[in-house]
């Protein structure tokens, strides 16, 4: 089983209102990522991280933004919230090394905006 | 980045083996090769990963030609609860890992 968690797990919210998705993970890794997928398309990578203070942005252009304090955690905030933000969001981690394409998944954050 | 294609559906039967093949003829030298499956409402789970020639596990087999332009996920003997879909991604390391469209399998009784 992934030690990677996500919380909420389903959050329904105004717009306008300032959210932050929680992620976890205990198994030391490097490398985490958000990708933000609607139901049944495809995902599309938001953010990603190799270490501590590393974030970028990854190719779908969005509007929230990502920390990376601790190796554990990388939280996710949407400073004002729209209904175009309405989507899943879902957090992986990876294990450093060339031959590391295995990700991890949280059970994902489903976000709706009124 | 090796951008990849594969096809948007395929339908099979319980108990046939299934092929899904992935075509990434921009694949780098250090890039490898991974699978992943998808159930609605869930984060994508690793299947496999391969560098070159094939590789098995418990549940998938991947082949990989010599000139790794493209790539095959063999599920044997698929069942109902394989209906899922199937990405294939290109990278690894310290890549960023973008996932294509993926392929619908649905498997019928």
């Known amino acids: 089983e992934a030690d990677i968690y996500q919380t909420p797990r389903y959050l329904v919210i105004g717009t306008g209102k300032k959210i932050t998705l929680e992620c976890s993970q205990t198994m030391g890794h490097d490398k985490m990522y958000w990708y933000q997928q609607d139901p049944g398309m495809e995902l599309h990578l938001i953010h990603y991280?190799?270490?501590?203070?590393?974030?970028e942005k990854g190719d779908l252009s969005s509007e929230s933004t990502v920390s990376r304090i601790r190796t554990e955690h990388f939280p996710l905030t949407l400073e004002s919230a729209r209904p175009s933000h309405t989507s899943q969001y879902l957090c992986?981690?990876?294990?450093?090394?060339?031959?590391?394409?295995?990700?991890?998944f949280g059970e994902g954050s489903r976000l709706t905006v009124l | 980045l090796a951008k990849t294609t594969q096809p948007i559906s395929m339908d099979s039967y319980e108990g046939q083996e299934v092929n899904i093949t992935c075509s990434h003829n921009n694949i780098a030298t250090n890039d490898y090769i991974t699978w992943y499956q998808q159930f609605p409402s869930q984060g994508p789970r690793f299947i496999i990963q391969g560098y070159k020639t094939k590789v098995t596990n418990e549940v998938a087999s991947l082949f990989i030609p010599a000139d790794r332009k493209s790539s095959t996920l063999s599920l044997p003997r698929v069942s109902l609860s394989d209906t899922a879909v199937y990405y294939c991604?290109?990278?690894?390391?310290?890549?960023?890992?973008?996932f294509g469209a993926g392929t619908r399998l649905a498997v019928h009784p």
């Open positions: 991280s190799y270490g501590v203070n590393s974030t």
């Open positions: 991604l290109v990278g690894g390391g310290y890549n960023k890992l973008i």
């Open positions: 992986a981690s990876g294990d450093r090394g060339e031959d590391s394409g295995e990700l991890f």
